[in-house]
């Protein structure tokens, strides 16, 4: 769920139809949280730091990462629990 999703998803949770706004980005993901239903999202914007040249974003199953920071401090792979780093 990303920020732009929490306008319809609110809409539609407090019985209002969020097909009716216009112009946004966002999904109502209302049937997904409350009924266990497929999100209809399938990335996300993680960050855009125009400062330090660094990005990510998240599409299906794929992570996009762009830069560093920290002086690349935690620039590694670690693991699938986070908890381990792996030097290359």
Do not use: C
């Not at 019985?15 to 239903?37: P, R």
């Not at 730091?49 to 996009?64: E, M, P, Q, R």
């Amino acid at each position: 769920m990303h920020i732009s999703d929490w306008l319809p998803t609110l809409v539609s949770a407090a019985g209002g139809n969020a097909s009716t706004i216009e112009n946004i980005d966002g999904f109502d993901l209302w049937q997904a949280l409350s009924e266990d239903q497929p999100s209809a999202r399938t990335s996300i914007l993680h960050n855009i730091d125009d400062i330090f040249g660094s990005a990510a974003i998240s599409v299906d199953k794929w992570k996009l990462h762009k830069g560093t920071n920290n002086n690349g401090a935690w620039d590694s792979w670690y693991g699938p629990s986070g908890a381990t780093a792996r030097t290359t």
